[in-house]
Nanobody, 115 residues
Framework: QVQLVESGGGLVQPGGSLRLSCAAS????????LGWYRQAPGKQRELVAT???????TYVDFVKGRFTISSDNAKKTVYLQMNSLNPEDTAVYYC?????????WGQGTQVTVSS
């Protein structure tokens, strides 16, 4: 059974930082493309960042220079380091894993940026 379990969300003040983690089980982690999406209230889910099995990373423009995606194959975990957070980053953040014709999603973790 495939499971992706996110953690690390919470409430943070503008300008603050959070690190999200997503622990995977039930998949050959090292061959999957991994990533993070987010969904703000009333908006569609949008891509934030991805990392391929080869370690290539991509970011959407609105997080470039602020967010960093990384992965640890030994721990089967993908991370999203988020710095310089602003209220527009408030959303539920979902990790995903794509490979072998399948896409798996985590349950999401809430990130709220507010003073």
């Amino acid at each position: 059974q495939v499971q992706l379990v996110e953690s690390g969300g919470g409430l943070v003040q503008p300008g603050g930082s959070l690190r999200l983690s997503c622990a995977a089980s039930g998949i050959s982690f090292s061959i999957y493309t991994l990533g993070w999406y987010r969904q703000a209230p009333g908006k569609q889910r949008e891509l934030v960042a991805t990392i391929t099995s080869g370690g290539r990373t991509t970011y959407v423009d609105f997080v470039k220079g602020r967010f960093t995606i990384s992965s640890d194959n030994a721990k089967k975990t993908v991370y999203l380091q988020m710095n310089s957070l602003n209220p527009e980053d408030t959303a539920v953040y979902y990790c995903y894993a794509r490979g072998l014709g399948n896409t798996y999603w985590g349950q999401g973790t809430q990130v709220t940026v507010s003073s």
